[in-house]
């Protein structure tokens, strides 16, 4: 089996983009471990980058998981905007539109559009180091806008879906 690197973006100093109290760092760090645990209970061997709310660098994070030798590697987070309620989806971002790690995300925002958000689609973004610096194929999926309340809602009420859609595009794609 495959072995998945999964990090929970953001963490300690950094809680990532915050809204109403809300820190993006918490909810990937629990989404994280939900799509963790599904994968483990399919097979799949997972390495964290964190599983506490501790801050390790991106450059740091990829490096992690080019030395473990990781399959795959998927960074979790949450989207904001300049002004709440402005966007609404998920989106994935990956090192360029072809390959491998394109494919999984096309499979991961796929299951996330099912549960019920708008598909942002994948987007190429070359400069973002947990994309550019691993080995290995590399997604960073933005599941829904923090600060967004729809998004916020989805999140809360169909977190378990969730992870299960995102494991499923991980499962779908090795």
Known sequence: MP???LD?????ANPGATYKGRKESEDALALTLAVGSILEENGVDVYYTRTTDIYESPYQKAQEGNEV?????????????????????????VYNRYGA?????????????QVGF???GVNERPNLVVLNSTNIP???VEVGFINTDADNELFDSRFDEIARAIADGILESV
Do not use: W
């Open 69 to 93: 030798g990781g399959d795959y590697f998927v960074s979790i987070h949450r989207n904001s905007s300049p002004y709440p309620n402005q966007y609404s989806g998920v989106e994935s971002l």
């Open 3 to 5: 072995l998945i690197v």
């Open 118 to 120: 708008v598909n942002l």
């Open 8 to 12: 929970a973006g953001h963490g300690g």
């Open 138 to 140: 590399a997604v960073l």
């Open 101 to 113: 790690a394109a494919r999984m995300a096309y499979n991961i925002n796929a299951g996330l559009e």
